[in-house]
């Protein structure tokens, strides 16, 4: 034990309000992190389902480019391409869960209508228009993915790091504080002993006087 631990009755009474409030982290912890691991699966569902949308969307997308390449050529299809851009826009949000910040990020509708693609619908074949809404439904769940797996990321990451402090407290620090409470305690019950044992000396040799 080491010498720095004075073995008094304060210092006792310390180190088990410190016992008692290490406890009381390690309760509110573990609470913690059954209400992240809750929301992590939760969102481990929306993702793997967002998934699904995405490799569905892949597939469509890419087959209606296919076509579209087969009827209109490549230089056709690029050419239209470049005419027909937008931003992509997010909103972000912050949900609180037990003190962590989790990002909620929201994708606006990039779907839109024939004539907000910027291109010519007179000029422009069926399949050529329908692929880039496939592609826009594309983007669309790709975006979703991406959302539901920066949630996925930041989760984890506390889930770890709260799993950690468990750790070093349920193993390290309360270990150790219920060691230093034993040691002061049988060195204050071992100078209770010598001082009952002194007490009765003393009243031996004041009633040998008294004879």
Do not use: C
């Amino acid at each position: 034990m080491p010498e720095a631990i004075s073995p008094t009755r304060m210092h006792l009474l310390q180190r088990r309000n410190t016992l008692r409030v290490a406890v009381q982290g390690v309760d509110l912890l573990k609470r913690k992190r059954d209400a992240l691991v809750a929301d992590f699966f939760k969102i481990v569902r929306e993702a793997l389902g967002a998934r699904d949308r995405l490799t569905a969307a892949a597939r469509e997308a890419y087959v209606m480019l296919a076509l579209a390449k087969a009827v209109e050529g490549r230089e056709a299809l690029e050419a239209a391409a470049m005419t027909d851009r937008q931003e992509v826009l997010v909103d972000i949000e912050v949900r609180n869960v037990w003190g962590t910040k989790i990002p909620e990020v929201s994708v606006r509708d990039v779907r839109r209508p024939l004539l907000a693609r910027g291109v010519n619908p007179a000029a422009t074949s069926a399949r050529t228009i329908e692929s880039a809404a496939q592609f826009e439904e594309l983007v669309a769940a790709i975006l979703q993915v991406a959302a539901t797996e920066i949630k996925l990321r930041k989760l984890g990451e506390e889930i770890k790091k709260t799993t950690r402090r468990v750790n070093a407290l349920e193993q390290v620090v309360i270990p150790r504080i219920r060691g230093e409470i034993r040691y002061i305690a049988a060195v204050l019950e071992q100078r209770a002993r010598e001082d009952v044992f002194r007490l009765k000396r003393i009243k031996k040799k004041l009633e040998a006087r008294e004879r």
